[in-house]
């Protein structure tokens, strides 16, 4: 009889330690967490220049958070950048707050800080009964940099002589390593290239002035370093007038007939439309459009000076339009539409060989609506020649030619009324007068010679 209660009384304290034992033992499993919160720091740069904000995300998925502390160290100074403590609901129950973001701000100088490297540090931790009820706590340390002073830039090109319609080119050197650096015209900015000379802080770049750009416009080199303190500098200028031709083109029915089924699958699928009207589709919308796909593939020009030498202008050929004619097209006497003509048309036997104006690389080989056929060749440093209207495409992209070489043979593809070469030339995204680079004495004048005056350090191939 004694055994059997003392069995009984082990068994009650069994199951009752059962009851709470293992309901406890689960909660303290859940409650000791070890899971660390996630930081996730989103600046945009190491550098810091004189203000920035940057985002920073916490979260904790399982206790919750407890406290983010961020702040700036160097050379033993602290500066709390943002410290925030979270609410728990209940010493029990962990954190009310799983993830949140915090906005940043930093000016160095507002918190006493000089320029040099320094140190930012996250600390961020949970409601996690581990470490003595402090929490999984997460630390981060990133080296940044503290440069809150402009870049300073030295032009070291000299006489910038440049037409209407024309190009230009402008060397300058700047302080410290820049993100970007470049020549700004009007509304128009040429992105500067390094890697010409030794000195990686060498800049390169080929301007233009648009043919539509008065001789009033403003030219200023711009960078911005790495900590996106920005300088500007002004240059020596001087824009040349130049007036542009007026050219009559009477649109014809026969011509319509013969290319607007060209079209069909790019203009309006409007079947209604009469031709004058789809052609006024194609010579507006699809010409922009066109125009696009050219910008969009000189944007990212090569950092190595493919060419030399004045570039190769069509053999045997007469001049059958210019660079900037300002076209008024006309049909049946009456005045329909005006485009302005961005390059200089070349007529020959028809299906002459095409040699490339200089050397280059091929980033474009393919039908491009009005302009037919087209190749358009990477020169380097933002240099690009284009062919149009080609019967016959002989090149790939990617290719690498050297002046002269057969890129294909002229046609009458796209909107050309009769077999002929369009070459259009351009810097960046700027259409330019292909004349001047048909000129040995421009290109010497214009480019090497001014290249050879910063001279020492250069690397040529
Ligand atoms: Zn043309």
Same mark, same amino acid.
């Given at each position: 009889m004694r055994t059997d209660k003392k069995h009984s009384k082990i068994w009650l304290i069994a199951i009752l330690c059962l009851m709470i034992g293992v309901p406890g033992g689960w909660f303290l499993w859940g409650r000791l967490e070890k899971e660390k919160p996630a930081i996730n720091l989103n600046l945009h740069s190491s550098h810091l220049g004189r203000s920035q904000e940057f985002t920073l995300a916490v979260s904790d998925?399982?206790?919750?958070?407890?406290r983010l502390w961020v702040g700036l160290l160097k050379n033993g100074q602290e500066a709390v950048l943002y410290d925030e403590k979270f609410p728990s609901a209940g010493f029990f129950k962990g954190g009310t707050v799983h993830e949140t973001s915090a906005k940043i701000q930093i000016e160095p100088a507002v918190l006493g800080f000089a320029d040099g490297e320094a140190i930012l540090r996250t600390v961020v931790s949970d409601y996690s009964w581990r470490d003595w009820w402090k929490g999984n706590t997460t630390y981060t340390e990133k080296k940044v940099v503290i440069d809150t002073r402009p870049p300073e830039i030295e032009v070291?090109?000299?006489?910038h002589n440049i037409n209407r319609g024309g190009a230009g080119l402008v060397i300058f050197r700047t302080s410290e390593t820049c993100s970007q650096g470049g020549v700004q015209v009007g509304d128009s900015f040429y992105p500067g290239h390094t890697?010409?000379?030794?000195?990686?802080n060498v800049y390169l770049a080929f301007i233009a002035l648009g043919y539509?750009?008065?001789?009033d416009t403003a030219i200023v080199v711009k960078v911005a370093d790495l900590a996106g303190n920005d300088a500007k500098s002004g240059l020596n200028y001087h824009l040349r007038r130049k007036v542009f031709r007026q050219d009559r083109l009477n649109i014809t029915d026969g011509f319509l007939k013969q290319k607007i089924p060209n079209f069909s699958l790019q203009?309006?699928?409007?079947? %209604? +439309?009469?031709l004058v009207d789809k052609f006024l589709k194609i010579n507006r919308d699809l010409r922009e459009a066109n125009y696009q796909k050219i910008a969009e593939a000189c944007? %990212? +020009?090569?950092?190595?000076?493919h060419w030399q030498g004045k570039f190769l202008r069509l053999p045997k050929s007469a001049t059958r339009a210019k660079f900037a004619d300002h076209r008024v097209y006309f049909y049946k006497g009456k005045e329909i539409d005006r485009q302005v003509h961005m390059g200089i048309d070349l007529a020959s036997v028809a299906r002459s060989t095409v040699p490339a104006a200089n050397a280059g690389i091929v980033i474009l080989a393919e039908d491009l609506g009005?302009?037919?056929?087209t190749v358009i060749v990477d020169h380097g440093f933002g240099l690009f020649s284009m062919y149009a209207h080609l019967s016959l495409i002989g090149v790939k992209v990617g290719e690498q030619l050297s002046k002269g070489d057969i890129l294909g043979r002229t046609g009458v593809t796209g909107?050309?009324?009769?077999?002929?070469l369009h070459f259009s030339m351009l810097v960046h995204d700027t259409f330019i007068n292909p004349v001047e680079w048909w000129d040995a004495k421009w290109i010497q004048h214009n480019v090497v010679s001014k290249i050879e005056r910063v001279g020492t350090g250069m690397k040529r191939e």
């Open positions: 998925a399982k206790s919750g958070l407890r070291l090109s000299r006489a890697g010409f000379f030794n000195d990686p539509q750009q008065g001789t203009a309006s699928q409007d079947t %209604n +439309a009469s944007r %990212n +020009a090569d950092s190595k000076m009005i302009y037919g056929k909107l050309a009324g009769g077999d002929h």
